[in-house]
């Protein structure tokens, strides 16, 4: 085994971190926990483009890159560590535009990664509702057939972005008169189309980040439909490997763990830094030892993805250890922080510019977004230990 990074790789590190790094001393942003999927900046996410770093795998005769995936996670590494403001093209970048170079059509791709490319997709995930979460198949929007195009009627939820984004990926019953997972579909279309609502949804932070969508009988084109109809399941299953398997799963509240460290050295308490006192300093250790076991895992998934296989197994490990990791980052933060750590951002007591009363809340849903660890465990003790399925 191999723990190298290539020279090019390296470089590819020192680049980005340069970026960011002047991005920051111009005061274009501020690091926070969770930008990648709360903090909507289109023009950074313009500049990113012009870097050329999204569709970083994607091959090149479609417009991408044909770079590794260990590539892309050293990219993405980096934009979790400074709290960079990625929220436009995230989910984009990270599986739509992937699911459309694999199953898309030729106009598909003419039309719509040239958009992504630029930047200019920013996309919700319109997959959870109201009763379908966990268990997906269940999902009870419909896309019924008429003519040339698909009328749409449901309601989804917990769509991350909904505010922002211009583009939707929905997943849709297509049949209803089959097995619950042989009759979805995907599609994948401007939501500037007719009969589409989106309601904002206040969460425990106080932030607005989730929404709901409702469909009224909404007229979406044939042309949108993603790959094959009525093997949407399929289809999801390829896409949900990519979604759970990112550096965000590990480094989303990467910002706190900075601040906390420094923290602890500047902060004194009875006239003696925090870094001092030996159980705060075996919390932080215990928390480097996980982190990097995490980062371990991360890597591990991009060399599977390297080599073409599915990282099913792999992406399922990685995202419930990790995501527990985030879950005692957030935690240990708070008790170090003591009383004062649940301050909101807004006060000027709030140590660690508020980041870990923000991770201590948001940080509950680490563990259920893409896929609960209650459900990962099933699928890693069914394919990892080959035990029988629920
Ligand atoms: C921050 C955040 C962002 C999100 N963004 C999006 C988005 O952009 N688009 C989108 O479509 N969805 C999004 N979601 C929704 C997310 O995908 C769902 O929350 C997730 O799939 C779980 O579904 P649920 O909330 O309905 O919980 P449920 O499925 O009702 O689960 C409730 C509890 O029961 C447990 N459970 C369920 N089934 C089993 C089982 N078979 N075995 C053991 N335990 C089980 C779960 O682990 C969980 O603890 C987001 C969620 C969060 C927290």
């Keep these: 085994m191999d723990f190298k990074f290539t020279e090019e790789q390296e ?85 739509i535009g992937g699911a459309l170079v694999h199953y898309g059509t030729e106009e598909q791709k003419k039309e719509l990664l040239p958009i992504i490319l630029k930047g200019e997709a920013y ?40 505010s922002h984004m211009n583009y939707i990926y929905l997943v849709a019953r297509t049949d209803a008169t089959v097995a619950k997972h042989k009759g979805i579909s995907e599609l994948f279309f401007s939501t500037k189309l007719p009969g589409i609502t989106v309601q904002s949804i ?11 969508v409702f469909f009224d009988s909404v007229r979406v084109p044939k042309k949108c439909l993603i790959g094959e109809q009525n093997r949407g399941w399929y289809q999801i299953l390829n896409q949900l490997d990519y ?5 965000e799963r590990l480094m989303g509240n990467y910002a706190l763990f900075d601040a906390l460290i420094k923290y602890a050295k500047e902060t004194k308490r009875n006239g003696k830094p925090l870094c001092e006192d030996p159980i705060i300093r075996a919390k932080l250790a215990q928390l480097k030892i996980e982190y990097e076991i995490g980062r371990l895992h991360m890597y591990r998934v991009g060399t599977v993805m390297d080599e073409g296989r599915a990282p099913n197994l792999e992406s399922s490990m990685s995202k419930a250890y990790s995501t527990a ?15 004062y750590g649940q301050l909101h951002p807004e006060s000027k007591l709030a140590p660690m510019h508020g980041l870990a009363y923000h991770s201590y809340l948001s940080s509950k849903g680490y563990s259920l977004q893409a896929g609960s660890s209650e459900v990962l465990k099933n699928i890693i003790a069914g394919r990892g230990l080959g035990l029988p399925s629920e």
Aim: aromatic share 10%; with cysteine.
């Design 11 to 95: 470089q590819f590190r020192q680049e980005i971190k340069e970026f960011l790094e002047g991005e920051i001393k111009q005061g274009l942003w501020q690091p926070t926990c969770d930008a990648w999927i709360m903090a909507y900046d289109p023009e950074f996410t313009k500049r990113v483009a012009a870097k050329g770093w999204i569709g970083l795998t994607w091959p090149k005769e479609v417009g991408g890159h044909g770079r590794s995936f260990i590539d892309r996670l050293i990219l993405t590494e980096e934009m979790l560590r400074y709290g960079a403001p990625a929220g436009c093209h995230w989910f984009a970048d990270r599986q």
């Design 123 to 162: 996309v919700g995930l319109g997959m959870s509702e109201p009763e379908a979460g966990s268990d997906l198949s269940s999902l009870q929007t419909k896309a019924v057939e008429d003519g040339d195009d698909f009328i749409i009627d449901g309601q989804k939820t917990w769509t991350s972005g909904g």
């Design 202 to 212: 206040v969460d425990m932070t106080g932030g607005v980040h989730f929404n709901e």
């Design 243 to 247: 979604e759970r398997s990112g550096m």
């Design 325 to 339: 990791f985030e879950q005692r980052l957030a935690s240990v933060s708070i008790e170090i922080a003591g009383p």
